[in-house]
Every structure is written in C-alpha cells, then in structure tokens.
C-alpha cells in the first residue's frame, strides 16, 4: 500500500501521482484533535465538487471560512486530477474511480463504461491513495463532493444526524441511499464497512460554481466540524 506523508498545517503536498503522472494534492488546516477529511474530483466530469473544494481551500487561506479549534482538516480537492483535466468521469485508464475501491461488495460485472470497476478492486493508483490516505488521516468523519441531477446530502454510516445538521443549511435531502447500487463505493468502503461517517454531498448537476458555493459552504463546514470528539 502507497505510504503518505501528510502535510504541516497549511501546507499543501503532493500524496502521490495520478496514472498519468499528475500530482495529486493534499492540504492541511488546524490543529484540533478531530481529523475530517474532504475530498473532491473523483469524478472529473463533476466539476461543481472540485471547484467547491478549491474555492473553500481559498476562503480558508484568505481567512474568510475559520476552521474551529477542535478540528483538524484535510482537504484533497482532485482524487482525479487526469479525469478532471480533460472533463472525464473516469481516470485515465477509464476506470471509475468510485466503483473500484476494495469493498466486500466489489464486482466486475458493469452494464455502462461510465462505471467500469478495473479489472480487480483497488486495482488503480488513485484507489491506493484513497485507501492510504484514510489510513494516514485517521478520520472522524469523510465528505466526498460530486454532482447529480438529483441533488441530495446521501449518507452511509450512522451518521443521519450529520446529514440532518447540513440539510438544515443547504436544504437538500439526507437520503441513505443513491437510488441504485454503487459497489466499490468510498460510501461503502468508509461509511459501512468500517463506521467512518461517509458524506457524499451531491451538489445539482450544471449548478453555477458561485450558487452551488452559497448554498453549500455553510453545510460543509457544519459537517465537517460535526464531531467533536
């Protein structure tokens, strides 16, 4: 498994490279004893999520979003830096990223090339940085930005609570499931195999990037700063 170095607070680092050779940036705010994690770009033809994400890291540095003192925060605006360069669902080896992780549930079998798995779970080296760097954050709770016509606040874990808090700001619905199944999911992965409160905050597919940012910042933060302990 790839090994991380994680980053000093507010700094940014390279934790790995992409299949084709991009680096994939991890960057660090706080110092509270309560690690989140949020991620975006894994599905690089869902701009809304990483441009959310790159947008939140720039009110933070500016000191326009404060991280509150008992957290600390990571943020990983591209998990799929190849796929969000040339607005692509899938990496460069035309797997989709969020059905390759190494779950119980994992399968081969796809009906769509949007969702090809790879040929063996966890077989890409974005899925080896997902998983490594879980490892290395330890965290609390896990928020992965995407887009979808349907937009929701879809959560996996026992963490109905947490996607209540954020509905009560952005006004979407908390829904614990998609609507269709998605094995090798970082849901199931985090959320219900290993009790790691999962967030997949589905912005509105086409939503405008400062609309989508108004209407979500507040939600984020709330999430993400939801465990205290």
Same mark, same amino acid.
């Given at each position: 498994?790839? /090994? +991380?170095?994680?980053? *000093?607070?507010? @700094?940014?680092?390279?934790?790995?490279?992409?299949?084709?050779?991009?680096? !994939? @940036?991890?960057?660090?705010?706080?110092?509270?004893?309560?690690?989140?994690?949020?991620?975006?770009?894994? #599905?690089?033809?869902?701009?809304?999520?990483?441009?959310?994400?790159?947008?939140?890291?720039?009110? +933070?540095?500016?000191?326009?979003?404060?991280?509150?003192?008992?957290?600390?925060? %990571?943020?990983?605006?591209?998990?799929?830096?190849?796929?969000?360069?040339?607005? /692509? /669902? &899938?990496?460069?080896?035309?797997?989709?990223?969020? =059905?390759?992780?190494?779950?119980?549930?994992?399968?081969?079998?796809? &009906?769509?090339? =949007?969702?090809?798995?790879?040929?063996?779970?966890?077989?890409?080296?974005?899925?080896?940085?997902?998983? $490594?760097?879980? @490892?290395?954050?330890?965290?609390?709770?896990?928020?992965?930005?995407?887009? %979808? @016509?349907?937009?929701? !606040?879809?959560?996996?874990?026992?963490?109905?609570?947490? $996607?209540?808090?954020?509905?009560?700001?952005?006004?979407?619905?908390?829904? *614990?499931?998609?609507?269709?199944? &998605?094995?090798?999911?970082?849901? &199931? %992965?985090?959320?219900?195999?290993?009790? !790691?409160?999962? +967030?997949?905050?589905?912005?509105?597919?086409?939503?405008?990037?400062?609309? $989508? %940012?108004?209407? #979500? /910042?507040?939600? $984020?933060?709330?999430?993400?700063?939801?465990?205290?302990?």
């Amino acid at each position: 498994m790839a /090994r +991380i170095q994680l980053p *000093s607070p507010r @700094e940014t680092v390279s934790i790995g490279k992409s299949t084709r050779g991009l680096d !994939i @940036e991890l960057s660090r705010y706080g110092t509270g004893p309560v690690s989140s994690l949020l991620i975006g770009g894994v #599905h690089g033809d869902e701009p809304e999520g990483y441009l959310f994400a790159e947008r939140f890291i720039q009110d +933070i540095r500016e000191g326009a979003v404060q991280v509150p003192d008992h957290l600390t925060l %990571y943020i990983c605006p591209r998990l799929n830096p190849d796929g969000c360069s040339v607005d /692509r /669902r &899938t990496n460069a080896r035309n797997v989709d990223l969020n =059905r390759n992780l190494p779950t119980r549930d994992w399968t081969a079998d796809f &009906t769509n090339p =949007r969702y090809f798995p790879g040929l063996a779970a966890g077989s890409e080296v974005e899925s080896e940085i997902t998983v $490594a760097l879980m @490892e290395a954050v330890q965290p609390r709770m896990i928020m992965s930005l995407h887009s %979808y @016509e349907h937009a929701m !606040i879809n959560y996996n874990g026992d963490c109905l609570d947490l $996607a209540e808090a954020m509905a009560r700001t952005n006004g979407l619905p908390p829904k *614990s499931d998609i609507g269709y199944p &998605t094995p090798g999911s970082l849901g &199931t %992965y985090a959320g219900w195999e290993r009790n !790691i409160p999962t +967030i997949t905050l589905e912005i509105l597919r086409g939503q405008l990037p400062d609309d $989508a %940012y108004t209407q #979500h /910042r507040q939600a $984020a933060l709330d999430g993400l700063s939801f465990y205290r302990s």
